[in-house]
């Protein structure tokens, strides 16, 4: 293993914050190593791309990192060799742990929000300097690692001032303060090179309509996203803008509510050129929809950007943020993903955290490997699936009858309500074909299956 070095101001610290672990390399789904991947192989050809090139997994920082395991019933139970630090001193050592953990796990990318790798300071002057000082330090790890900045992007939720929004918000000083937030997050996206930006209204939305002018909120919206637009071609930050769908929790409801929403407002504030999704599976459940159908819902209309790789846990009402282990959904999504023709800047990130009983370091790794696995197995599947034109074939044999007659004047708008009704007038039955829904997925399971068998 490298020795992990970066310069401070009074010289060079080496640290080993995972000495028990070595790099993770591939083995083979025979192998009973645990710390070791079973079926992701960076180096196989998936199409015409490497599966790391396919997948372009990214760590997140604040949930691997930051996340202490606390919830609303309990304190946090997660044990970390950074544990001991505070302030300053501990957001430098999880620096130097998170570069050690991405070099062992050997993932292109990682991505985070601002307060996550710097704590908040008494004024934004004070938080912004101690941003600086961990970008320095973060840039130069990144001289000497494989590893980029997927996304980067601001905390416009946590702090009590954003209570009513950011954004939205009824305040027009927090609509500064979090403008101001945003403006520093660009520079810092483009000073680490950055390939995406990442707009999360957390709290963007309403709790009640009673006390809420929607009107003003979304028109404030929009002219913030307009002046981050202006101001990242103003410092010449060329990365991609993402907006993360999520209907509730914090609000009610918020703006962002799903793709179809989304994109909708985009449409309206003429945004649409500007921003592509970063799609949750977390949050496409959260607003009553598959994983599969926000990505769909991106792809068809060319806005598919990048992918927060989680799955929540269907018995529970909220964003559980569990690392995926569900193959099917994997499976289904990553044939989405390749239709599209791959995630262009975008990536898959592990917006995942571990179980709170899952509290050693080694679990950070562990819970890594099951979500790359899992993606590895999908996109074999999923490719298969398009190489054989599984459900191409099943889809062009539902709709064949809008390729001739009737069917193809609609579809080429060469009719009317007339000919319609005389079409229908001449017709002696109407003929309809079983949707084989059972048939389907059964099909899939055996491709699945089949993928294990040749691992």
């Known amino acids: 293993m490298k020795a992990?070095?970066?310069?401070?101001?009074?010289?060079?610290?080496?640290?080993?914050?995972?000495?028990?672990?070595?790099?993770?390399?591939?083995?083979?789904?025979?192998?009973?190593?645990?710390?070791?991947?079973?079926?992701?192989?960076?180096?196989?050809?998936?199409?015409?791309?490497?599966?790391?090139?396919?997948?372009?997994?990214?760590?997140?920082?604040?949930?691997?990192?930051?996340?202490?395991?606390?919830?609303?019933?309990?304190?946090?139970?997660?044990?970390?060799?950074?544990?001991?630090?505070?302030?300053?001193?501990?957001?430098?050592?999880?620096?130097?742990?998170?570069?050690?953990?991405?070099?062992?796990?050997?993932?292109?990318?990682?991505?985070?929000?601002?307060?996550?790798?710097?704590?908040?300071?008494?004024?934004?002057?004070?938080?912004?300097?101690?941003?600086?000082?961990?970008?320095?330090?973060?840039?130069?790890?990144?001289?000497?690692?494989?590893?980029?900045?997927?996304?980067?992007?601001?905390?416009?939720?946590?702090?009590?001032?954003?209570?009513?929004?950011?954004?939205?918000?009824?305040?027009?000083?927090?609509?500064?303060?979090?403008?101001?937030?945003?403006?520093?997050?660009?520079?810092?996206?483009?000073?680490?090179?950055?390939?995406?930006?990442?707009?999360?209204?957390?709290?963007?939305?309403?709790?009640?309509?009673?006390?809420?002018?929607?009107?003003l909120e979304m028109d404030n919206m929009a002219r913030f996203y307009h002046m981050a637009v202006d101001y990242a071609k103003e410092i010449g930050f060329d990365a991609q803008f993402l907006i993360e769908p999520k209907p509730k929790e914090p609000t009610t409801h918020q703006y962002d509510y799903d793709v179809a929403t989304s994109l909708a407002f985009l449409q309206k504030y003429d945004l649409q050129d500007h921003f592509k999704f970063n799609i949750e599976a977390n949050h496409a459940t959260l607003a009553g929809h598959t994983f599969e159908h926000e990505l769909r819902y991106a792809r068809v209309n060319n806005m598919l950007g990048s992918v927060d790789a989680n799955q929540g846990d269907p018995l529970l009402g909220w964003d559980t943020d569990e690392f995926p282990t569900d193959v099917y959904s994997a499976t289904l999504a990553m044939y989405e993903i390749i239709k599209n023709g791959g995630l262009g800047k975008g990536g898959l990130n592990f917006d995942a955290k571990v179980r709170r009983s899952s509290f050693t370091a080694e679990d950070l790794f562990l819970a890594h490997i099951a979500g790359m696995d899992t993606?590895?197995?999908?996109?074999?599947?999923?490719?298969?699936?398009?190489?054989?034109?599984?459900?191409?074939?099943?889809?062009?044999?539902?709709?064949?009858?809008y390729t001739s007659g009737i069917g193809l004047e609609i579809v080429k708008g060469k009719t009317d309500f007339h000919k319609l009704e005389e079409h229908v007038h001449n017709l002696t039955d109407v003929q309809l074909s079983s949707g084989r829904i059972e048939q389907i997925k059964a099909t899939i399971n055996q491709y699945i299956v089949k993928a294990y068998a040749e691992a």
């Open 4 to 215: 992990f070095a970066i310069s401070r101001n009074w010289g060079y610290l080496f640290v080993t914050y995972f000495k028990d672990i070595n790099s993770i390399k591939y083995e083979g789904s025979n192998s009973s190593n645990p710390f070791a991947f079973k079926f992701y192989n960076p180096e196989e050809k998936i199409g015409n791309q490497t599966m790391e090139e396919y997948l372009r997994f990214g760590v997140a920082y604040w949930h691997t990192f930051t996340m202490d395991g606390s919830d609303p019933f309990g304190a946090g139970t997660m044990v970390r060799p950074w544990n001991h630090y505070t302030g300053m001193d501990l957001a430098k050592a999880r620096v130097e742990a998170a570069f050690e953990f991405f070099e062992k796990l050997n993932v292109p990318f990682f991505c985070f929000h601002d307060i996550d790798i710097a704590p908040e300071g008494s004024s934004l002057r004070e938080t912004n300097k101690n941003l600086d000082t961990i970008v320095d330090m973060i840039r130069g790890y990144m001289k000497d690692s494989k590893t980029k900045l997927l996304w980067n992007t601001a905390n416009n939720f946590t702090h009590p001032r954003f209570l009513h929004g950011a954004a939205s918000s009824s305040s027009a000083d927090v609509f500064a303060y979090s403008a101001a937030r945003v403006k520093k997050g660009l520079e810092i996206g483009k000073e680490l090179g950055a390939e995406n930006y990442v707009f999360w209204g957390g709290r963007e939305g309403y709790e009640t309509l009673l006390n809420t002018d929607m009107k």
């Open 375 to 401: 993606f590895a197995i999908g996109t074999r599947v999923a490719q298969k699936l398009i190489e054989d034109k599984v459900l191409e074939n099943i889809v062009d044999d539902r709709y064949e009858s």
